[in-house]
C-alpha cells in the first residue's frame, strides 16, 4: 500500500520560506517519478513540480519557477519541496505524489496516490 506522509508546512510571510518533506512507503520510491500538487480553497488541483525517479531532472509549473525547487534523497524514501518568497497566492495544500509510469510531465496523478496534505498559509 502506498503511504504518502506531508510534514514541514505553516504559516509564513510573504517572502518567507518554507520546506516540506514527504516521506514515503510501501512502493519502491527510487523507481518511480515523484510529484507536487497544490489545491487552494475552492479551486481545483494544480501541478506544482516534478522530480524523475534518479533525480536528475527537475520541471516546474511556471507560476512557481525560480522560487521552489523539488529534490529526493532515495536512500531515505523522501520528496522534499524548497519554497522561497513565497506570495499569497501559494496559500494551498499542498500533496506529495507518486506518478504513474508514462504519465505526461505535468500530468496529476490520480488522487489515490497522494498524502494527506500539509496547509501552506502566506500572510501578513
Known amino acids: 500500500e502506498v503511504q504518502l506522509v506531508e510534514s514541514g508546512g505553516g504559516l509564513v510571510q510573504p517572502g518567507g520560506s518554507l520546506r516540506l518533506s514527504c516521506a514515503a512507503s510501501?512502493?519502491?520510491?527510487?523507481?518511480?517519478?515523484m510529484s507536487w500538487v497544490r489545491q487552494a480553497p475552492g479551486k481545483g488541483p494544480e501541478w506544482v513540480s516534478r522530480?524523475?525517479?534518479?533525480?536528475?531532472?527537475?520541471y516546474y509549473a511556471d507560476s512557481v519557477k525560480g522560487r521552489f525547487t523539488i529534490s529526493r534523497d532515495n536512500a531515505k524514501n523522501t520528496l522534499y519541496l524548497q519554497m522561497n518568497s513565497l506570495k499569497p497566492e501559494d496559500t494551498a495544500v499542498y500533496y506529495c505524489?507518486?506518478?504513474?509510469?508514462?504519465?505526461?510531465?505535468?500530468?496529476?496523478?490520480?488522487?489515490?496516490?497522494w498524502g494527506q496534505g500539509t496547509q501552506v498559509t502566506v500572510s501578513s
Open positions: 522530480i524523475n525517479s534518479g533525480g536528475g531532472r527537475t
Open positions: 505524489a507518486k506518478n504513474s509510469l508514462f504519465e505526461s510531465i505535468t500530468a496529476i496523478p490520480t488522487r489515490d496516490s
Open positions: 510501501g512502493f519502491t520510491f527510487g523507481r518511480f517519478d
